[in-house]
């Protein structure tokens, strides 16, 4: 399975990748292959200075080793090894009026002293952080997910949009990060699934990420925009920031891990600002977004 994951992942890679580079129409994505000491490694793919997208990155990586002892006591285990994969990718555009996108789709395994999986799960989700909220686009991203989903099981768009909600919840702002989308974690066999079901429904996932947001893109990269936008903008990065640094599971696996620091960070935004008590005005369409963050909500019935 992890092979099967692992290929997977390295096709979704290029295939994305060579999509954005296509809508950008002047950055392209540079490589990073990179190693980690203590096993595995991964191939970073960072774009930067686009004329539609600032700052992204689309990476894959797969690390083995000896599982550090926080992490043990994390997943309340004792001495073992393990083995994980991923692709991961966050998109920061340039115009404000086209949001902010990251996906995560990711496969674990954890062996005994004798090199048998005594666990195994898949994780991942993909999900929206605009800046201005144009409703049509959050319904056809949500509509995607959830048509993705109901191929395989007509309750997992419902509990994943809500475990997406309650994830990407900053609690020190009472606000969302965005407007949600799928997580999913610790997707294990079961009576109901087994391993090759849960591959499936990763990967159809994953593959319905660029007719999530391709669309999104193309319909708002050539918006006006003001500086006004602009600074609303990087003040929302701000809260994006504070989410991945201060709530985010996996950028807080990856930093106890001796993961590559450079790959871990790639996700932050390149110009943000933390204004002092900041407040949108009354009526404004900055406001309006605020409302929903402050309470999430159903994009498609």
């Known amino acids: 399975m992890k092979n099967k994951f692992y290929q997977y992942i390295q096709q ?3 295939t994305i990748t060579s999509k954005l580079e296509e809508i950008d129409g002047k950055a392209t994505f540079q490589q990073d292959l990179w190693e980690r000491p203590e096993g595995g490694g991964g191939r970073t793919r960072v774009i930067e200075n686009g004329d539609v997208f600032e700052k992204g990155g689309v990476n894959i990586s797969a690390v083995h080793g000896p599982l550090p002892p926080t992490m043990q006591a994390y997943f309340k285990v ?3 090894n393990f083995f994980a994969c991923g692709l991961s990718l966050v998109l920061h555009p340039k115009n404000p009026m086209v949001p902010t996108v990251h996906a995560n789709w990711r496969y674990f395994e954890m062996y005994n002293k004798q090199g048998e999986i005594i666990d195994s799960w898949f994780g991942g989700g993909q999900d929206l952080t605009p ?3 144009f409703e049509e686009d959050a319904k056809h991203f949500h509509q995607t997910c959830k048509t993705a989903c109901n191929k395989h099981d007509a309750n997992f768009y419902p509990d994943f949009k809500k475990k997406c ?11 969302a990060r965005g407007i949600g989308g799928l997580f999913f974690d610790y997707c294990k066999a079961s009576e109901e699934k087994n391993m090759e079901d849960w591959y499936n429904f990763v990967t159809e996932v994953g593959n319905s990420f660029l007719e999530a947001y391709v669309p999104i893109v193309e319909k708002r990269k050539k918006l006006p925009y003001s500086k006004a936008n602009r600074n609303w903008q990087e003040i929302r990065r701000g809260r994006y920031v504070e989410f991945n640094l201060v709530h985010d599971k996996g950028t807080l696996f990856g930093l106890k891990t001796n993961g590559r620091i450079e790959s871990i960070l790639m996700s ?3 110009h943000v600002q933390w204004v002092y008590n900041h407040h949108p005005e009354q009526g404004s369409e900055e406001e309006k977004l605020i409302k929903v963050l402050e309470t999430p909500k159903e994009w498609v019935g």
Do not use: I, K, T, V
């Not at 909600?165 to 606000?175: Q, V």
């Open 131 to 133: 800046y201005y909220l």
């Open 165 to 175: 909600d309650e994830y990407f919840w900053n609690a020190h702002r009472n606000e």
């Open 78 to 80: 004792e001495d073992c």
């Open 268 to 270: 932050l935004p390149p």
């Open 12 to 14: 979704l890679q290029d």
